[in-house]
């Protein structure tokens, strides 16, 4: 109990709580709202959720960098949680126990699935590998850094998840559909070389 109190003492701490609450409780129900437009193909729509990534990650981290260590454990500490939850909304969903939560669950998550995830008995991992690959670099220099905030270089380690997978990868996947030549093989999808 001690960790959590420490945790929520930082000033800014409940600020980038509210940020995340906020942010998700606005974005979450915009993005399903494009996909129920449908005018948008779904490799495009699931970069829209890489776009997010990036607008929540930086802020905190940017927060967290002058902020002090506090800050920057509980950054660490709300992707934990994130992870968690989301490897917890797949259990739902994928084993149907509870009907009237995981029916709600697998439409929405369906949304937003490609053709490797499409079989109705597939976990659908993507979100939680996109959540990770952004997470990962931060927690392991708050690893490294032994507790410590992210400043100079561990700074922009701590974002290099960010960076790679939430513009790297969307524009990888926006050139490769504009100007790629070309494909895997029995795929509509370019080679991102």
Not at 37 to 48: A, D, G
Not at 69 to 81: D, W
Not at 85 to 104: D, G, K, N, Y
Request: hydrophobic share 50%; proline share 4%.
């Amino acid at each position: 109990m001690a960790f959590l109190s420490e945790i929520f003492t930082s000033n800014s701490n409940p600020y980038m709580l509210l940020f995340f609450a906020v942010f998700l409780s606005i974005c979450l129900p915009a993005l399903h709202f494009v996909a129920s437009l449908r005018i948008m193909e779904t490799t495009n729509l699931r970069k829209l959720f890489h776009g997010l990534a990036v607008l929540i990650f930086v802020p905190p981290m940017v927060i967290s960098t002058y902020s002090g260590p506090l800050a920057s454990r509980f950054c660490v500490f709300s992707l934990n949680c994130a992870s968690v939850a989301l490897i917890a909304l797949e259990m739902v969903r994928a084993v149907p126990v509870i009907e009237s939560i995981s029916t709600p669950l697998n439409t929405y998550f369906r949304t937003y699935v490609d053709r490797k995830e499409r079989a109705a008995t597939s976990l659908i991992l993507s979100h939680i590998y996109l959540l990770l690959g952004c997470a990962f670099p931060m927690t392991m220099s708050y690893i490294v850094l032994d507790g410590g905030f992210f400043n100079g270089e561990f700074g922009v380690f701590a974002l290099s998840g960010v960076v790679v997978l939430g513009v790297g990868d969307s524009a990888a996947a926006v050139m490769g559909k504009i100007s790629g030549v070309n494909y895997w093989q029995d795929s509509k999808y370019s080679k991102k070389t």
